[in-house]
């Protein structure tokens, strides 16, 4: 069984930063991509940032500039770095990998609550 445990979520001031952790674990043999996903109240869950398999990175609009996706391969985690917060950032963000089991292999991270709030 392969799993997803994020971290890093929290309360922050407008203008503050936060680094989210997502750490896999399991039989996994390589990591074929990787992304943050977030969903606020009200909203449909929306991409973040991703590295896919060619490993380029993409952001959404609205974080560009201000967060940055990356990776340790050794210790098979992903990071998200959270400049210059904004109120409208608040949402549950969740962890995305594809990895190399036997197969490729979806897997979701349980979420982690960030709130940007005087």
């Known amino acids: 069984q392969v799993q997803l445990v994020e971290s890093g979520g929290g309360l922050v001031q407008p203008g503050g930063s936060l680094r989210l952790s997502c750490a896999a674990s399991?039989?996994?043999?390589?990591?074929?991509?990787m992304g943050w996903y977030r969903q606020a109240p009200g909203k449909e869950r929306e991409l973040v940032a991703k590295?896919?398999?060619?490993?380029?990175?993409n952001y959404a609009d609205s974080v560009k500039g201000r967060f940055t996706i990356s990776g340790d391969n050794a210790k098979k985690t992903v990071y998200l770095q959270m400049n210059s917060l904004k109120p409208e950032d608040t949402a549950v963000y969740y962890c995305?990998?594809?990895?190399?089991?036997?197969?490729?292999?979806?897997?979701w991270g349980q979420g982690t609550l960030v709130t940007v709030s005087s």
């Open positions: 995305r990998m594809v990895v190399l089991t036997p197969s490729y292999l979806e897997v």
């Open positions: 590295i896919p398999s060619g490993g380029s990175t």
């Open positions: 399991g039989r996994i043999f390589s990591i074929n991509s």
